[in-house]
Structures are given as C-alpha cells and as structure tokens.
T-cell receptor, first 113, second 113 residues
Framework: NAGVTQTPKFQVLKTGQSMTLQCAQD?????MSWYRQDPGMGLRLIHY???????DQGEVPNGYNVSRSTTEDFPLRLLSAAPSQTSVYFC????????????FGQGTRLTVV | KQEVTQIPAALSVPEGENLVLNCSFT??????LQWFRQDPGKGLTSLLL???SQREQTSGRLNASLDKSSGRSTLYIAASQPGDSATYLC????????????WGLGTSLAVNP
C-alpha cells in the first residue's frame, strides 16, 4: 500500500523557473492538501481540494497553482520560483478532510537560488 | 483566531522514562485534535486522533488526553525508547465548516540510551 507519494524528493530551481510537484494517493481519499514547512513557522496550508471538483486557497497561496482532475492526483505548480519559496513541501490526504486521520507524503525539499 | 502552542520546544530524557508532551489551544470550540510524529527528513505520521466528545485515546505505549474546556491536550509516552526520538506535533480542527488543521510548532524529543 503506497499511501501518499510525492515526487521529486529534492529539487533545486533558479529564480523565475517554473515546476510542478507531484502528489498521488491510492486510498481513494476525497480531501488532499499541500503544506509548506519552514523553521519556526510550522506547517502552513497552501491549497486544498475536496474531490475532483473543489479547490481552495489556504494561508499562503500566492505563487502557487493547483488542479485536481482525478481523485488520485493533486499537483502543485510553482509559477515563477522565488527564493522565498525555498521550503519543504508536504502533500497530505484524508477521507473527510481535517475530520479524519491525515496521511502525509515524504516531502519535497525545494531550494530556489 | 485559534492558536496552538506546544511546550517545551525540545525535550531530552533517558531511555525508560515516562514522559508527557503538552499541547494547548486558545479556542475550545474544536472538532478534534490530532497528534503526529515527524522523523528527520520524513513526512508526518498520524499517531492519535481525539474527537471533541472524547477524553482520551490510546495506542500501544501512547495515550493522548483532551480537556477541551481548558484548551489542553497531553501525549503520554510510557517507557520511552530511543526509537521514540522524533518531533511530535499536535493540530486541531475548529468546529464549523473550516476544513483546515491548525498546527503547533512541535516538541523535539530525544530519548537517550
């Protein structure tokens, strides 16, 4: 049982480049979300999605886009990378959002130079 | 605005000790509270989820309690082992149609052999 799979695990980008962080889950969860984790700031929600229908913003959505065309996949796109986006990114899924147990991917460590 | 605080930020104990990690929240109108474990360079693993109507949950050597009226939760780890060394985070879900977890910054635990 793979759970939540994130790729890549590490990435270095130059300022201004774009890229997509991939996230896939095989648990048929409706709710998926993206967080970033920075020292001293904890986990902050970027975007979340409920089914392949609804996506909405979290605390820190600027500079990121998401889409949800299937239940399994929830990619996060960085439009024009900035050094402030250097962080560790986590994808999570759950059956009923924060009302049920959350499952996390292993994270993507992104450095923007 | 809900705020979640975890004290202490770091804790070091000898192997075999029973220990308590604390989590406090400012708004008692919560739907649930979750405890997670994060190993260095890894994702988060859900340990226990306590619904607002519950007082405690147990899993193996872990016991989490919830006192909603005082805005507190504790995670009790019995007979600690070096393998318990990790960062422990708590997160609450506010009552209502929020769909978001509010996170503490975590307690970094080191269990020394």
């Amino acid at each position: 049982n793979a759970g939540v799979t994130q790729t890549p695990k590490f990435q270095v980008l130059k300022t201004g480049q774009s890229m997509t962080l991939q996230c896939a889950q095989d648990m048929n969860h409706e709710y998926m979300s993206w967080y970033r984790q920075d020292p001293g700031m904890g986990l902050r929600l970027i975007h979340y999605s409920v089914g392949a229908v609804i996506t909405d913003q979290g605390e820190v959505p600027n500079g990121y886009n998401v889409s949800r065309s299937t239940t399994e996949d929830f990619p996060l796109r960085l439009l024009s990378a900035a050094p402030s986006q250097t962080s560790v990114y986590f994808c999570a899924s759950s059956y009923l959002g924060p009302y049920t147990e959350a499952f996390f991917g292993q994270g993507t460590r992104l450095t923007v130079v | 605005k809900q705020e979640v605080t975890q004290i202490p930020a770091a804790l070091s104990v000898p192997e075999g000790e029973n220990l308590v990690l604390n989590c406090s929240f400012t708004d008692s109108a919560i739907y649930n509270l979750q405890w997670f474990r994060q190993d260095p360079g890894k994702g988060l693993t859900s340990l226990l989820l306590i619904q607002s109507s519950q007082r405690e949950q147990t899993s193996g050597r872990l016991n989490a309690s919830l006192d909603k009226s005082s805005g507190r939760s504790t995670l009790y780890i019995a007979a600690s082992q070096p393998g318990d060394s990790a960062t422990y985070l708590c997160a609450v879900t506010n009552a209502g149609n929020n769909r978001k977890l509010i996170w503490g910054l975590g307690t970094s635990l080191a269990v020394n052999p």
